[in-house]
């Protein structure tokens, strides 16, 4: 992302939601909880205002498949399918005892806001550029009182690193069991770096974490089917993808940084869990999910 710039992936993801949510083929998949909260998170800055001026304009809905054809096909879709997933895997870890949720590179996410007034026993922390945050943080003050167990903590990673920053916050927790969220965030590391994030997580928890994220196959696997754009886009906007990865290899991976998986979900998995009947469109195939779990 560019300096002093909030991520454009953040506001990207946020459009394409409230896209689907407008939309209503898949009624009920983006709930009208995230459509409000994030309406009001693009509504606070002029960037986000452009974007959901786009959601009403009949040339934009228009370019909508083109654009997903030059990037990602089923963009959108996948974004709705993705957030789906990810906030199953966290309330099912709160179901099991987790009481302290970490989402790294949170973005304009609405999840960790959404459930922290209803889950007071639960620690939940988003992390993420200042740039981003200081979208955000403001827009959700706005939208009502914040509660004590959710912290906002701004991270500068040029500058910062996780390790000294979240181990460094008083709200974090490291003997409470902890689910960490990586969402978008692993393909854009380095494999170098995408370790070191690893073992940091192990570091930082007294209690072996969890983590749910998202991974991107290799290119000219059968299952890419990354638009021919995409990474010219994410370049120009100073988000370039750094790093692929198979099925096959997560587990080795995973492994090698003392993480056990739990689970790996392809779109065509993840898909029938949150959407009855067939698909009315493309489905986005290059991303999927991962639940892992670490080991002492």
């Known amino acids: 992302m560019k300096e002093n710039e909030a991520s454009a992936t953040a506001y990207a993801v946020m459009q394409g939601l ?9 009624p009920g998949l983006v709930s009208a909880e995230t459509m409000e909260t994030g309406t009001k998170i693009l509504s606070a800055s002029p960037e986000g205002r452009r974007r959901i001026a786009q ?27 993705r957030k789906r997933y990810i906030e199953a895997a966290v309330r099912a870890a709160m179901a099991e005892g987790v009481t302290q949720v970490v989402n790294l590179g949170a973005g304009f996410d609405t999840l960790a806001w959404r459930l922290h007034l ?27 009182t914040m509660g004590d167990n959710l912290h906002l903590l701004e991270v500068d990673f040029t ?3 996780l390790a000294d920053r979240l181990g460094g916050l008083s709200g974090f927790k490291a003997d409470r069991p ?34 749910v994220c998202t991974c991107v196959v290799p290119a000219g696997s059968p299952d890419d089917n990354i638009g021919p754009f995409l990474g010219i886009y994410l370049k120009l906007k100073g988000e370039a993808l750094k790093w692929r990865i198979a099925h096959e290899d997560v587990g080795p ?30 489905l986005h195939r290059s991303e999927y999910g991962v639940i892992a779990r670490g080991v002492v």
């Open 159 to 161: 500058t910062q690193t």
């Open 118 to 144: 209803a889950h007071p026993e639960v620690n939940f922390i988003e992390i993420d550029h200042p740039a981003t945050s200081g979208v955000k943080a403001p827009a959700l003050r706005q939208i009502g």
């Open 18 to 26: 409230l896209h689907i949510g407008r939309a209503n083929t898949y």
């Open 253 to 282: 991976f995973f492994a090698e940084h003392n993480f056990d998986i739990d689970e790996i979900a392809s779109p065509t998995v993840i898909k029938p869990r949150f959407i009855e009947g067939p698909l009315k469109g493309t």
């Open 55 to 81: 959601l009403s304009s009949p040339l934009m809905k228009a370019a909508v498949p083109l654009i997903e054809w030059a990037t990602l096909p089923g963009l959108t879709l996948h974004y709705a399918l």
């Open 178 to 211: 902890t689910m960490f969220v990586c969402e978008g965030v692993i393909t854009y590391l380095t494999r170098d770096e995408a370790g070191v994030l690893l073992q940091t997580l192990n570091d930082l928890c007294a209690v072996p974490p969890r983590l």
